[in-house]
Structures are given as C-alpha cells and as structure tokens.
C-alpha cells in the first residue's frame, strides 16, 4: 500500500484514500477493497486524461481534451491537483463543468481525476 493510493468497495461503493500507510488490508462490506490504478491513455478519445494549463495564479485542469460528460449517471466526482506535496481536489456534480481551478504558486504538479464509471486517471 502506498500514500494517496484510492481504494473502492466493489460492493457498496465506498471510496477511500490511504493518508497514512498501516500494515493492514482495507475492508469495507466483508472483503477486501480494490486498489484503483491511475489510468494514463484513454485508447478511444481523450476524455479522461486531465490536462493542466497555467494561468495567472494557479492552474487549470479539464477533463479532458474531448470534454467528458456530467450526466446523473456518468460524471467526473472529483479532480485533484498535487501541487508540490500539497493534495488539492475539487469536488464537481451532474450539471458542472469538467473543469477546475486551483490557486497555488507550486512548481511542480500533476492531476487525478475520478470518473463513476470509467475510474481514476492521472495526467
Ligand atoms: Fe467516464
């Protein structure tokens, strides 16, 4: 198990974050949860990757270079900015925009993202 790593219940759909690394397994509904691995490359079209722009006083994440939908039943839930060991996550909903804004004067970033159906993407 590593720091940051997002763990889902297959069973009730609870989603977890590991903040601190312990010895154990994740359990939620009596069995174990499954690790979500961070998905780089969308084969069919770009709508999962996110993709950081700067701008003046932080940066611009979208999802992705086609706009992935934000229907009831298929959304991006959150997107988050590492920005120099800082965790920085948006929460959207049905109806938003796949698009967030994150102030910070950090150097080095990346992004994840979560989509309800298709899973974490990292870009
Ligand atoms: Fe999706």
Redesign the pocket.
Do not use: L, T
């Given at each position: 198990m590593q720091k940051n790593q997002i763990y889902k219940c297959d069973i009730c759909g609870n989603i977890v974050e590991v903040l601190h690394v312990g010895g154990g397994t994740l359990v939620c509904c009596g069995q174990n949860m499954t690790l979500q691995n961070e998905q780089t490359a969308d084969s069919r079209t770009e709508?999962?990757v996110p993709v950081i722009e700067k701008t003046a006083g932080g940066y611009k994440v979208t999802v992705g270079s086609a706009l992935?939908?934000m229907l009831d039943a298929?959304f991006?839930e959150w997107i988050e900015l590492i920005a120099d060991g800082k965790s920085l996550r948006q929460f959207l909903k049905p109806g938003d925009d796949p698009v967030a804004f994150f102030q910070t004067e950090a150097k080095t970033v990346s992004a994840r993202e979560y989509?309800?159906?298709?899973g974490l993407w990292k870009g």
């Open positions: 709508k999962h992935h939908p298929h991006i989509c309800n159906v298709h």
